[in-house]
Every structure is written in C-alpha cells, then in structure tokens.
C-alpha cells in the first residue's frame, strides 16, 4: 500500500454471521497461497471457486478458452485495463495476463466463495461491500 493510504484505524460493527463472496489468501511469493488455493477447490468444488485468468498470448495446440487461460487479444485487454475492468495484470514474456473483475462476479453468482491469491495493492479494489472480502495472511513456516 502507499504510505498514505494505511488506516491505522477502522470502524468496525457486530454483524451477524454470512458467507463471504470472496476469500483472499495473501502472503510472501513462494509462501503456498496457490497451493492452498487449489486444495480448497479440489476438497469442495460445490462451495468454493476461483477465476480463469485473461492473457493476450496465443493459444497453445492442446489448449481450450476458458480452461487455464481465457484467450483475447492485446487491443481489447489494453482497452479494458484502460476501463478499470482488471484487479490486476501484467506483462510477461511480451504478453499480458490479468484477472477481470467480471470473473470474479462470475463465480459469485454461482453461489460459490471467489479464492484469489492476488497482489496485496488489488484489495483496494477488493474492500468493497460488493466482494465482502475475507481475507487471511499465509505466513512462512518458522525454520
């Protein structure tokens, strides 16, 4: 976060139990977030979900739209990171990848909690009362 934008106080209420829409699993690169992630999905598909993510790359042989990777072109991902419509995205290898804001939608209206390992900047995004996000810290092991 910029330094500017830490709250060191946040108003909070009693609120009666629900389901969260999205859970975030934020921690260290390496730390096991995506791991952790999966394992959810695998255990209980019915309850829990996560997005494809969208990349201008083209689409390998033995590839499917909508299985690993959700396939566009680099003018419409560029036109929509100008819309805002992305959490996050990057440019890898030439090419740019990204998790759409829509998609996270998508899995909500399924009825499923929404699993995203994302960058700590994309709760910004996130903190709205339209994800509810729950969000939990992955730390390392102590050696």
Known sequence: FDRHEIQIYE???KMPPFQRKTLVLIGAQGVGRRSL????????????GTTVPFT??????DEKDGQAYRFVSRAEMETDIKAGRYLEHGEY?????GTKIDS???????GRTCILDVNPQAL???RTS????????IAAPEL
């Open 130 to 137: 339209e994800f509810m996000p729950y969000v939990v810290f």
């Open 93 to 97: 290898e030439g090419n740019l990848y």
């Open 37 to 48: 992630k999966n394992r959810f999905i695998v255990l209980n598909p019915t309850r829990f």
């Open 104 to 110: 996270i939608l998508e899995v909500v209206q399924t």
């Open 56 to 61: 201008s790359r083209k689409a390998r042989d």
């Open 124 to 126: 910004k995004i996130l």
């Open 11 to 13: 108003e909070v209420a």
